[in-house]
């Protein structure tokens, strides 16, 4: 069996900050020394690229060229490591071992996904191979929001399946129909993060709520804060300013995905 | 000239092509088949002596007897869900999955995006 675990990160509805958690829960991974792999499957609408600082200009092979068959796995993998950027959070992982797998931003290679369709054999090939050929510990898989046919073939194969949502009724339904879909495909870890929550609430008891609603585990409430939108997904947040409440709790999420035997 | 091992993946693209399963069959199969399958889908393919193998090292409540095993392989291969190439204790086992198939759109729409986008 593989040893590296899939985690995939997913929401119902967009807008939860899903790119940004994935990223900064990658990056805290690496930071604790774990090799880390980050796949963009949200081909239609990929942008976690940006939080790592690459442009179209920066960016090589990506997965839609993987599933053309114009590049192996090891040609896509982009060394965040290696490249770091400018930017002073990300600067702290230079010399870790973080990959991202980015998803073509060219509007041509979008719109031939949507019209050719995706073939899921490859796909999933270039999940799996991706933990082997770099020996991953952790391989984030930031899906599409909503429910898709790329995002249930992630969930089928994750070690943890991470939900957001904010504590606002349309996510509340949309994860209720998630957390079913997890649990029929047998998903072995279950968790949910609840984030942009108003600062007013009493946090504790949101974790209390959502957990007796949903029977599942939250990993962690995140406040909704002005510093993060100010951050512009210029920089990884957590990583630039480590003690702010929102870096300390999704920290407090990364514990509990890398407590996970 | 092709070796063993090119022709054999030459076999299992070709049967490939034919059926396989969505991911959201996945959700409706019986628990034998998907825990089956999702062993499967994460190590691409297996030998039947390797998955007798992964299936006696779970734990006893989650395990399927030979019989189960032997059953369930049988249903997947027949749906084209496996793959099976060789037969018995030889038999490899390769998950098929459908493709997601393109959108509906016409050809027209299609072919002007595409010259927009190559401005």
């Known amino acids: 069996m593989n040893k590296g675990k899939i985690v995939s990160i997913h929401s119902f509805r967009g807008g939860t900050g899903k790119s940004n958690t994935t990223a900064n829960l990658a990056a805290q991974a690496a930071l604790a020394g774990k090799r880390v792999g980050v796949v963009d499957t949200d081909i239609q609408s990929p942008g976690i690229h940006v939080l790592f600082g690459l442009d179209e200009t920066k960016m090589g092979k990506t997965i839609n060229d993987f599933l053309h068959g114009k590049a192996t796995i090891r040609e896509i993998g982009f060394p965040i490591g290696e490249n770091t950027g400018g930017a002073e959070g990300r600067a702290k992982l230079a010399g870790k071992n973080l990959w991202l797998f980015p998803s073509s931003i060219r509007g041509r290679e979008i719109s031939q996904i949507i019209k050719e369709g995706v073939d899921f054999n490859r796909l999933n090939e270039g999940l799996q191979t991706t933990i082997s050929e770099f020996d991953l510990d952790y391989l984030f898989i930031d899906t599409h929001p909503g429910l898709n046919e790329e995002t249930l073939l992630s969930i089928a194969t994750s070690d943890i399946l991470l939900i957001i949502l904010r504590p606002d009724n349309q996510d509340l339904q949309g994860t209720s129909v998630t957390i079913d879909i997890a649990r029929s495909l047998d998903v072995p870890n279950l968790m949910l993060m609840v984030n942009k929550a108003l600062p007013k609430y009493d946090f504790a008891q949101i974790k209390t709520d959502i957990e007796e609603k949903f029977h599942a585990s939250v990993a962690g409430v995140l406040p909704l804060t002005f510093d993060l939108a100010d951050n512009a997904s210029n920089d990884l947040f957590s990583l630039r300013y480590p003690d702010h409440e929102w870096s300390k709790a999704l920290r407090g999420v990364a514990e509990a995905i890398l407590a996970v035997k | ?119």
């Open chain 2, 1 to 119: 000239m092709p070796g063993v091992f090119d022709r054999l993946n030459k076999e299992i693209e070709n049967k490939q092509q034919e059926g396989g399963i969505t991911p959201l069959d996945l959700v409706e199969l019986p628990a034998p088949l998907r825990k089956i399958m999702k062993i499967m889908l994460r190590e691409l393919q297996m030998t039947y002596p390797r998955l007798c193998e992964v299936m006696d090292a779970m734990p006893e409540e989650e395990r399927l007897t030979r019989n189960l095993l032997d059953e369930a392989l049988s249903t997947l291969t027949q749906q084209f869900w496996l793959v099976r190439i060789g037969e018995k204790e030889k038999a490899i086992y390769k998950v098929n999955l459908k493709r997601k198939s393109g959108s509906t759109l016409s050809a027209g729409i299609w072919s002007s995006l595409d010259k927009k986008l190559k401005g």
